[in-house]
């Protein structure tokens, strides 16, 4: 069985900084891609930001400038560092993942989600 493990969530106050981590675990041959989404109350989970194997990143334009995503890959982990943050960063974060338990395998996970709350 594999699981995310996501850490980090808490209230700031705007243009103050959070950072997330999301850690894998579990019986893994590979990590292809890693990221983060999130969903704030009434709205649909949207894109955050992705890190794949190779280190391309790739991020919602919302977020550009001011949130930086990173991956540990002997850790498993994916960090996403936020600054600059905004009220409308207000959300619940998930990390996502697509691994592989053995060769051939591809298995989409997610995290249980961490609370972000931004005050203006």
């Known amino acids: 069985q594999v699981q995310l493990v996501e850490s980090g969530g808490g209230l700031v106050q705007a243009g103050g900084s959070l950072r997330l981590s999301c850690a894998a675990s579990?019986?893994?041959?590979?990590?292809?891609?890693m990221g983060w989404y999130r969903q704030a109350p009434g709205k649909q989970r949207e894109l955050v930001a992705t890190i794949i194997s190779g280190g391309s990143t790739n991020y919602a334009d919302s977020v550009k400038g001011r949130f930086t995503i990173s991956r540990d890959n002997a850790k498993n982990t994916v960090y996403l560092q936020m600054n600059s943050l905004k009220a409308e960063d207000t959300a619940v974060y998930y990390c996502?993942?697509?691994?592989?338990?053995?060769?051939?395998?591809?298995?989409?996970?997610w995290g249980q989600g961490t609370q972000v709350t931004v005050s203006s």
């Open positions: 579990g019986s893994i041959f590979s990590i292809n891609s």
């Open positions: 996502n993942s697509l691994v592989a338990r053995y060769r051939g395998d591809n298995l989409y996970i």
